[in-house]
């Protein structure tokens, strides 16, 4: 288990682990990834060896300001998908 801030690490790292784990042939559905211990980010100790995109906060920012203003999920991260069926995403 590790620490993250930006929540696009956080897609980076699944979808690292859905490409070790697919194989072809195999019929797969949707799954979900439970996160454990979110706390503020100023109460968490930092990776030392770790370098952080400087972007990240303001990107955050920015995707959290026009979904207050349009609604949740108006925008996400490329990555989430939203297909109704699987093979959709």
């Known amino acids: 288990m ?3 801030i930006d929540i696009t690490d956080f897609y980076v790292s699944s979808e690292r682990v859905a ?3 697919f194989r072809w042939g195999d019929v797969y559905t949707k799954c979900g990834a439970m996160l454990e211990g ?3 980010a100023e109460q968490s100790q930092g990776d030392l060896f770790a370098a952080a995109d400087p972007r990240g906060k ?10 207050a203003r ?5 925008i996400t991260i490329a990555s989430a998908g939203h297909g109704a069926r699987a093979h959709d995403t």
């Open 19 to 21: 490409d070790r784990m």
């Open 38 to 40: 979110l706390h503020d």
């Open 70 to 74: 349009f609604g949740r999920s108006a």
């Open 58 to 67: 303001d990107l955050l920012g920015a995707m959290d300001a026009i979904n």
């Open 2 to 4: 590790w620490a993250i």
